[in-house]
């Protein structure tokens, strides 16, 4: 009994060195995460709930843009952008996701477009753009980001 005693107690005395290892820095730790994180992409991409079952990031990200189209392109279809610019098939729209799920349509005009009045476009884009299902926005690091991309809409020349 005597022996083990002082085999637990030699033990006990020995694995003290394991408690006095020094604790890291708070900001080393920190500036450590920090360039972990890749800046340039989120964790998550903004989400409709058409396309919350998809599990992979790549197809849920497709699902949002070709759901996305579809929904601007329904609501340009009936408008008087191609009767008015009969050359235009496609517009380039930025869409911007904002943290608080608000969407913002700006029309993207090639560099020829003189002739072109982008203000008409755009209000016609404002007033035609509206009522969209909810989007849940980007996500970095569980924290809701602003989100922007180029979304080309082709429009259907009746």
Known sequence: ??????????????SCQYFEKQVPDEDALLQKRLKEINWKEVSSYPSMAECDPILDKEQ??????????????EKLDLDTISMLYPEIDTINVKVTVYPDA???????????S???????IDSILKTRLVDFPKIEPAQKEGVPVTTQFILPVILDVK
């Open 114 to 120: 003189v002739s072109y009045n982008t203000t008409t």
């Open 102 to 112: 608000t969407l913002k349509f700006e029309p993207e005009m090639p560099t020829d």
């Open 1 to 14: 009994m005597k022996k083990t005693i002082a085999i637990v107690s030699l033990l006990i005395l020995s």
């Open 60 to 73: 849920k990200k497709e699902c949002f843009f070709e759901l996305m189209a579809r929904l601007v392109q």
